[in-house]
Nanobody
Framework: QVLLIESGGGLVQAGGSLRLSCTAP?????????IGWFRQAPGKEREFVAA????????YYADFVNGRFTISRDNDQNAVFLQMNSLKPEDTAVYYC?????????????????????WGQGTQVTVSS
């Protein structure tokens, strides 16, 4: 199972930007994983944010993203990035990346937490108003 590590979180003012990274140091299988980003705000359930398939050819976003975030990957670096622009206070949450090695039906069910078998520890994003 791939070990995923998130980084790049922090405190930013509303309207600002952050770039989150999800890396898998030393992994030889990272490039075979679909990767999703999820987030969990205090008192709320974890929700899907964005996903990218194994080769970066297809990306998917939650409706609330509305063009503000961009997910990308660099398999040579064993990394997936989430560029977040125009951040809002309601984007405040712990952000997790997760890996799915199955490939099956990823284009349809990329938003489903249950298909992801590898999870990072999370990185806190706080957006002040």
């Amino acid at each position: 199972q791939v070990l995923l590590i998130e980084s790049g979180g922090g405190l930013v003012q509303a309207g600002g930007s952050l770039r989150l990274s999800c890396t898998a140091p030393g992994s030889t299988t990272f490039s075979s994983y679909g990767i999703g980003w999820f987030r969990q705000a205090p008192g709320k359930e974890r929700e899907f944010v964005a996903a990218v398939n194994w080769n970066g050819g297809n990306t998917y976003y939650a409706d609330f993203v509305n063009g503000r975030f961009t997910i990308s990957r660099d398999n040579d670096q064993n990394a997936v990035f989430l560029q977040m622009n125009s951040l809002k206070p309601e984007d405040t949450a712990v952000y997790y990346c997760a890996g799915d090695a199955s490939h099956r039906y990823f284009e349809t069910y990329h938003y489903a937490e249950g298909r992801y078998t590898a999870w990072g520890q999370g990185t806190q994003v706080t957006v002040s108003s």
